[in-house]
């Protein structure tokens, strides 16, 4: 599948890559503007290198009896399905060939909007031999940091510092 999948209520939004399963935009439906996720991949550093991570991205250590072996999303492929009542779905399944993807891992997630927040699910699945012990998970969150963009064409209230920011927080942010 290609494009984007989109999760909308009338408060917020998320689109998901369908090729790689990350979210790459989390927006206010009620003020459009800027996302709040970053759509460029941070870089996360491991012991395979440094991982281009998004919002949605998984690491996680396994322990298989013989040592600690990185098994992430990134390295893996994904399948995408946008299912009934706006809920997006990815699947990682395991088995996935190469350094760091899924081995004995499976992942499922799931992206969901509503009661004016997002709901998103990980399910983690062992399709090993035998029991693994999963000694760390990472979840990143990207945030965009483009704070210039996030408060261009607002009033100065919102633009500034000091008083006024502390002010713009307790509105807006702990509404």
């Given at each position: 599948?290609?494009g984007?999948?989109?999760v909308?209520?009338?408060e917020?939004?998320?689109?998901?890559?369908?090729?790689r399963?990350?979210?790459?935009?989390?927006?206010?439906?009620?003020?459009?503007?800027?996302?709040?996720?970053?759509?460029?991949?941070?870089?996360?550093?491991?012991?395979?290198?440094?991982?281009?991570l998004?919002?949605?991205?998984l690491?996680?250590?396994?322990?298989?009896?013989?040592?600690?072996?990185?098994?992430?999303?990134a390295?893996?492929?994904?399948?995408?399905?946008?299912?009934?009542?706006g809920?997006v779905?990815?699947?990682?399944?395991?088995?996935?060939?190469?350094?760091?993807?899924?081995?004995?891992?499976?992942?499922?997630?799931?992206?969901?909007?509503?009661?004016?927040?997002?709901?998103?699910?990980?399910?983690?699945?062992?399709?090993?031999?035998?029991?693994?012990?999963?000694?760390?998970?990472?979840?990143?969150?990207?945030?965009?940091?483009?704070v210039?963009?996030?408060?261009?064409?607002?009033?100065?209230?919102?633009?500034?510092?000091?008083?006024?920011?502390?002010?713009?927080?307790?509105?807006?942010?702990?509404?």
């Open positions: 599948m290609s984007p999948l989109s909308r209520s009338a917020l939004s998320v689109e998901i890559d369908a090729a399963g990350v979210a790459f935009r989390l927006a206010d439906e009620r003020q459009p503007g800027p996302s709040y996720l970053a759509d460029a991949a941070a870089a996360f550093p491991s012991a395979l290198g440094t991982e281009p998004l919002t949605g991205d690491v996680c250590r396994v322990w298989d009896g013989g040592g600690w072996r990185l098994e992430t999303t390295r893996s492929t994904a399948s995408c399905a946008a299912g009934p009542s809920l779905s990815v699947d990682y399944p395991a088995g996935q060939p190469g350094p760091g993807a899924l081995h004995d891992l499976a992942v499922r997630q799931t992206w969901a909007v509503g009661g004016g927040g997002l709901h998103w699910t990980i399910e983690l699945h062992n399709h090993a031999d035998g029991p693994r012990e999963v000694g760390e998970v990472a979840v990143p969150l990207v945030a965009n940091t483009d210039a963009g996030i408060f261009a064409g607002q009033p100065p209230l919102e633009r500034a510092g000091g008083e006024l920011q502390r002010r713009w927080h307790e509105t807006r942010v702990q509404q």
